[in-house]
């Protein structure tokens, strides 16, 4: 067994390539009575062996209610940030610490400190892909699947300051008709869409319906049938009549579109280059390898300082309470 303070290539380099990987991380998960919670953008052999598979907020839901010890979060930091906010004396593990988000990483904690400065008394209204930090300093949490709701809940004699994504914030000002200021964050994955190719695959399947992210742009959005969180596409593909979809939104998704719709046609978007490549980065660090580690070694795990914590969970469970 392996020093668990090695550093982890050391630990991937030392793994014996004749272990049925699968295999040990079901038998390390049941003799750690650890929950795997699955991101639908991890790759198909790590949604095989999620317990649960599901967009942030399911996976939020499913993270307050878990009585099991350790939970392995397939997904990206601020995901397992939650589950650890959600449950502080439990041990959360995330197979590669360096899966962060862009959304969340632009957005320091620091710097919105000083924006939120700038308002007297404001209403808080913080997307779920944004630090423990930021969470803390926030009257609300919202994930895409819930910002409509969260929006309109919001008091109406208060200035509403939303952070980190603009695109999500402008398109919830547009539906829910309320002011919000904004923070200027964008996900670098649903920013990079060519609307050219968005375009192009409209020319080629005329009876398509267009499924876009809300964290994609305005003149993406603008191009879309159906503009909702990753639940809410996956419910779409499901009650439409329509054969074929185009999904402006990261493509770990359509595997379980078309799980659910097998008869059905998918097609994803590209970026300028022409590449159906509109993969989060971030999210695909976690491997099978990694995951395997973190089971067995118990590392790395999300630390986060007490205080910051508490004060978090406020909005968090606010959230979940009133979604
Ligand atoms: P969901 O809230 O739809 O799971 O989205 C999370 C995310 O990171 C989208 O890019
Ligand atoms: Fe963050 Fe975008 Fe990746 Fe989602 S797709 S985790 S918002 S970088």
């Avoid at 020093?3 to 038998?27: C, M, Q, V």
Wanted: proline share 7%; charged share 25%; net charge negative.
């Amino acid at each position: 067994m392996s020093d668990p303070a090695e550093s982890l290539e050391a630990r991937l380099d030392a793994i014996d390539p004749t272990l049925d990987l699968k295999a040990e991380i079901r038998r390390l998960k049941a003799e750690s009575n650890a929950v795997i919670l699955c991101h639908y953008y991890q790759d198909s052999e790590i949604q095989d062996l999620g317990d649960a598979l599901g967009d942030s907020l399911a996976l939020a839901r499913h993270a307050a209610k878990t009585d099991a010890e350790v939970i392995v979060f397939c997904g990206v930091h601020f995901m397992a940030e939650t589950a650890k906010i959600l449950n502080p004396d439990k041990l959360v593990l995330l197979p590669d610490l360096d899966a962060g988000c862009s959304l969340s990483e632009c957005c320091p904690p620091d710097k919105f400190a000083r924006f939120l400065s700038r308002y007297e008394n404001p209403f808080v209204i913080t997307y779920v892909n944004s630090s423990a930090a930021v969470k803390a300093m926030s009257d609300l949490i919202c994930t895409s699947g819930n910002v409509l709701k969260m929006v309109e809940k919001a008091p109406k004699d208060r200035p509403i300051i939303f952070g980190p994504d603009r695109n999500l914030g402008r398109w919830a000002m547009e539906k829910t008709g309320r002011e919000m200021v904004l923070w200027p964050g964008g996900c670098m994955v649903h920013e990079i869409f060519s609307l050219k190719e968005l375009l192009r695959q409209k020319e080629a399947h005329p009876g398509a319906m267009v499924l876009a992210h809300p964290e994609c742009p305005e003149h993406l959005l603008g191009h879309a049938d159906f503009v909702g969180s990753t639940a809410a596409m996956l419910k779409k593909v499901t009650e439409e009549t329509c054969e074929e979809f185009i999904v402006v939104t990261e493509p770990g998704i359509l595997r379980e579109m078309q799980r659910l719709a097998p008869k059905k046609h998918f097609y994803t978007v590209g970026n300028e280059a022409g590449c159906a490549c509109n993969v989060c980065p971030h999210m695909r660090l976690n491997t099978l390898e990694k995951l395997y580690l973190c089971l067995r070694d118990k590392t790395p795990q999300i630390e986060l300082p007490p205080d910051v914590c508490r004060r978090a969970l406020v909005p968090l469970q606010r959230m979940l309470d009133w979604s």
